[in-house]
């Protein structure tokens, strides 16, 4: 009984000690056991001597065990902090690589986070919807809503508690200094309640401001106020003079992002010229505006969708003219937290991966570089280990090692990631309006110490891990220079392995990038951009409207007054220039081609229409395929004609020429006839296949939107000077935007280019990493053979064989290492479709070519060590042991 | 001593100071030094123990004592040269201390003997 009680208080008393640490315990565990056993045993009789010597010998241990931690914790610090110094090449690399890999994942997943992961920045965002009307079996995807059918949806639906109307539209904002454009946003009463935001200066708009003709009123956006307005407090009740009318400030809206499109100012229904027109209002045909809605609580976008269908099904039957059965009319809602993202999603997380991968192979250097110095000290730990310095005070040391390490390199990475912020802000503006919510804060410091914590977990336990299994076979063998560390030898290698994959896949990726980007680059633009200035002109249009004469002669004293200017070798007034920023999508209208009727069920013909002077063609560059260009004649005294692109020509006429055939754009009333064929020009981007293209004559529909103008300078040189030349003509001008078309088609390839560079320093960065690696593995095991070398040389081995020796230990993990990563990149290039411009994911080319790369590298990476074997003096190298 | 000598770590220092100790035996005589004042656990003695090893006041000693009064599972300590010296100026500081307390009237002026 006695015995048995004894052993059950020595069990606890053992249990106690294991709050110590592992070598405490190793080295006076049993001791201290024994002085408590005698402590028990002199105990003075009765219950309260015993209860006291528990309380006392309870306390003692909760009052020391922590204070031991804590010292040994400073002496792994310490320890730690001398390797890194002592190594400080292997912890340059370690930190750096961690660093790069941190940042860059840090960056981007700060991106994501608010881009893809947070809440809109909406009250209840999630109840958000915007509409789509779509034309299925005509390939429309999103076609503007009329006043008629707005009004249908808002009094028949039974899932929205909210349905507000918007479009976009320039105008002419003269105050008493200066005109200037403005994009406004012409919104239904209630809009911004829909979304929940509320003006930060003054009101928002009411029932009054959207009836027809209540006086003017305007709502500034934040950044209108804050760019032009200096942010004046006292901006509400400030008056505009816009299309001709006085428009009042009421207020100013806070900083949101703004979907569709980034306006300066927001107007009432009542207050656009276009919009508040009777015919406007009961054209059902007049489309142009987009539709949000909030959905009632508890309703799901399903059950709004199938609402909203039935809705416009009853609208197909009750107006059949409006929607033809072969259209295929319907309305379908989607997230707005889906619609705001759609465009910076596939980007975003191909990045991710990418950045995921480089953390990766910089985690796999780190565990390298740690069982490399491992290795190193191999003695030391064999020894130690078997004196019984505790497996745990190894694992400790090696974790303390891996932990500094991350946490040096979050800190890196966090400055890293806060510098590079900017550029992946700009580049995601580009995608989604999102991306003014991106900021560093509180996650992304969250995110990279969590990766750091990762990282070193990953690292420490891969070496910690190995350097368990093989102390005790070290010990065993006597020789640890070849043999001991087998199973390091494998980690290595996997490491290896794993490294050369991931870099293989990142290469692939950015060189799949690289290639659809210099494809991008080499498509014919069809016009020639160099020396091509393009402005767009904004005249107060108030006062030229229905007066042709008034508007015929201003462009003419235009391009008079631009063609006298020193420079310049030809200039055109066209409605808008290729790759237009403000034009993307174009002015679209139906086609009716003579001798071709429409077929019941086909899609009727859709031409992108623009307006031009004689000149454009000349300017631009755009070659005459046959007939002629417009003239001077070609004006309103005559029949209209029209200019066709080699598309439309093959398109409508096939082998037949079309010279002298006639097209219509309003169903047959009228017909103009087709005098001339023009090459194809790339009209919205690079990557956008020419489609159907008609030219009217400038002088025939009197529209002015841009004047291009070839110099026989670089174009940004005379920018002045025409922008002076116009503002003589006309003081009422704007002229918001002057741009080469080279920088225009620049501009176009932009987020193509960001994406290629930032994939590409990916990649590099793991080439680097990988390589490094490669090269650091073989080193080390030149010098772990280093006697064995010596002897292989001493019998005569000649320096080829001992070449081909190490360079074929370290190329066939190479191969390995290549052949995982060819088959993973395989299937997940596939994700990166969306993004490449006429270039398979698998393309063979690219494969190839990387193939080729990283196997040069890593061939160098191996060459290095390999030579430095055949340097070894056998005789020295046998005394080393 | 690169760390603070802490008053248990002294009385740790005296209980040596006539001679070896296994680790109950200090115990004890820190117990009856102090009359039973400061009564160590086993968990603090053994942080002092190893403190003081590392400092070098204290080390293990080899020889045992005869079989019959032995337990394998003991250790002995004994001061070093370096220990002593510590604990002397240890105690010479403290009776400077005393010294100053008694002038200052803190305490009864020794009578002379």
């Known amino acids: 009984m006695e015995t048995q009680k004894q052993t059950l208080s020595e069990r606890f008393y053992r249990g106690l000690l294991r709050l110590f640490p592992f070598d405490f315990r190793g080295d006076f565990g049993p001791e201290m056991e024994q002085a408590f056993r005698e402590q028990r045993a002199h105990v003075q009789a009765g219950k309260i001597g015993l209860f006291r010597l528990w309380w006392e010998t309870i306390a003692g241990i909760f009052t020391t065990a922590p204070a031991e931690h804590l010292s040994m914790l400073r002496q792994d610090v310490r320890y730690a902090l001398r390797m890194m110094r002592k190594n400080l090449s292997y912890t340059a690399v370690a930190v750096l690589t961690l660093a790069l890999g941190i940042g860059a994942n840090t960056a981007i997943v700060s991106v994501i986070n608010a881009v893809l992961l947070k809440p809109l920045p909406y009250q209840q965002g999630d109840q958000l919807v915007m509409l789509h009307q779509r034309a299925d079996k005509l390939g429309l995807a999103n076609i503007p809503y009329s006043v008629p059918e707005i009004q249908d949806y808002r009094q028949q639906n039974s899932t929205l508690s909210d349905l507000v109307e918007y479009h976009s539209m320039q105008f002419m904002l003269l105050s008493k200094d200066d005109a200037s454009r403005v994009r406004a946003g012409v919104v239904s009463d209630g809009f911004f309640g829909t979304f929940g935001v509320k003006p930060i200066l003054g009101r928002d708009f009411t029932p009054a401001d959207d009836r027809q003709g209540a006086p003017a009123v305007l709502l500034l956006s934040y950044e209108y106020w804050k760019k032009h307005e200096r942010g004046d407090p006292g901006i509400v009740g400030k008056t505009f003079q816009m299309n001709d009318r006085e428009h009042t400030v009421i207020g100013v809206l806070p900083p949101v992002p703004q979907y569709p499109n980034e306006n300066d100012v927001y107007m009432p229904t009542s207050a656009c010229p276009f919009r508040s027109n009777p015919k406007t209002i009961a054209n059902r045909n007049n489309r142009m505006m987009s539709l949000f809605g909030r959905m009632k609580p508890g309703v799901s976008v399903e059950h709004c969708k199938s609402d909203l269908a039935l809705i416009s099904s009853r609208m197909v039957q009750q107006h059949p003219d409006a929607y033809p059965k072969e259209a295929g009319v319907n309305t379908a809602p989607v997230s707005l937290r889906q619609e705001l993202t759609k465009g910076a999603t596939p980007m975003l997380l191909v990045l991710l991966g990418a950045a995921g991968c480089v953390l990766l192979i910089a985690c796999a250097n780190v565990a390298n570089l740690t069982l490399a110095r491992m290795a190193g000290r191999e003695r030391e730990l064999v020894l130690r280990s078997a004196l019984g310095a505790g497996k745990g005070r190894l694992l400790r040391q090696l974790f303390t090692e891996s932990l500094i390490l991350g946490l040096v390199a979050a800190v890196l990475g966090v400055l890293f990631a806060s510098q590079t912020l900017k550029l992946l802000v700009d580049f995601t503006a580009r995608l989604t309006p999102r991306a003014r919510e991106i900021q560093v804060d509180g996650y992304m410091l969250l995110f990279a110490l969590a990766a750091a914590l990762l990282t070193s977990i990953v690292a420490g336990s891969v070496s910690a891990l190995y350097s368990r299994q093989d102390l005790a076979a070290g010990l065993k063998d006597g020789n640890m220079h070849s043999t001991a560390g087998e199973h390091r030898v494998h980690a290595r290698d996997i490491l290896v392995i794993c490294q050369v994959a991931f870099s293989f896949l990142l290469l692939v990726g950015a060189g799949l990038m690289l290639r659809s980007f210099s494809k991008l680059r080499n498509v014919d633009p069809g016009f020639v951009p160099q020396r091509v200035l393009a402005m767009t002109v904004d005249l107060n249009w108030s006062k030229y409207m229905n007066k042709p004469e008034l508007a015929r002669r201003i462009a003419n004293q235009l391009l008079d007054k631009i063609q006298s200017q020193p420079g310049v070798l030809a200039a055109a007034i066209s409605s808008s220039y290729p790759m237009d920023p403000d034009n993307l999508g174009g002015w679209n209208r139906t086609m009716l081609v003579e001798g071709h009727p429409q077929r019941e069920g086909q899609k009727p013909p859709l031409s992108s229409m623009r307006s031009v002077s004689p000149d454009y063609f000349k300017a631009l560059g755009i070659p005459l395929i046959a007939g002629r260009v417009f003239t001077e004649s070609d004006d309103d005294k005559v029949p209209e004609v029209v200019l066709i692109n080699r598309t439309a020509a093959r398109h409508y006429w096939r082998d037949e020429d079309p010279i002298g055939r006639r097209v219509s754009f309003d169903q047959g009333k009228h017909w103009v006839k087709v005098v001339g064929v023009v090459g194809d020009v790339k009209e919205f981007g690079l990557d956008q296949p020419p489609g159907d293209e008609t030219y009217l004559a400038q002088a025939q529909t009197r529209a002015i939107g841009s004047i291009v103008v070839r110099t026989s300078q670089d174009g940004l040189n005379i920018a002045n000077q025409m922008r002076r030349a116009i503002l003589e003509v006309d003081p009422q001008t704007a002229i918001p935007n002057v741009e080469t078309l080279e920088h225009a088609r620049n501009a176009s390839m932009a987020s193509p280019r960001v994406m290629t560079d930032l994939l590409g320093i990916f990649a590099a960065l793991a080439l680097a990493i990988a390589a490094f690696g490669i090269g650091g593995i073989l080193a080390l095991t030149v010098n772990q053979r280093l006697n064995e070398i010596g002897i292989r040389i001493a019998l005569g081995a000649k320096p080829g064989d001992l070449l081909a020796m190490i360079l074929r230990q370290g190329m066939t993990l190479v191969g390995i290492g290549l052949a995982i990563g060819l088959a993973s990149a395989m299937g997940l290039t596939r994700l990166m479709k969306t993004l490449l411009f006429e270039v398979q994911p698998t393309d063979p080319i690219t494969f190839a070519g990387v193939s080729v790369v990283l196997g040069a590298a890593a061939l160098l990476a191996c060459y290095i060590p390999a030579r430095r074997a055949l340097r070894i003096d056998p005789l020295r190298a046998l005394r080393s042991e | ?113």
């Open chain 2, 1 to 113: 001593m690169e760390t603070a000598l802490t008053p248990a770590m002294f009385q740790v220092l005296l209980a040596l100071g006539d001679g070896e100790k296994h680790g109950y035996a200090i115990l004890k005589e820190v117990e009856e030094q102090t009359d039973g004042d400061v009564r160590l656990s086993t968990g603090t003695l053994y942080a002092i123990i190893k403190r003081l090893l590392i400092e070098g006041a204290i080390q293990e000693c080899r020889h045992r004592p005869p079989v019959e009064e032995d337990d394998q599972r003991r250790r002995y300590y004994r001061l070093t040269a370096g220990g002593r010296q510590v604990a002397i100026e240890e105690a010479e500081r403290m009776e400077r201390l005393i010294a100053t307390a008694r002038e200052k009237h803190f305490l009864k002026r020794l009578k002379p003997a």
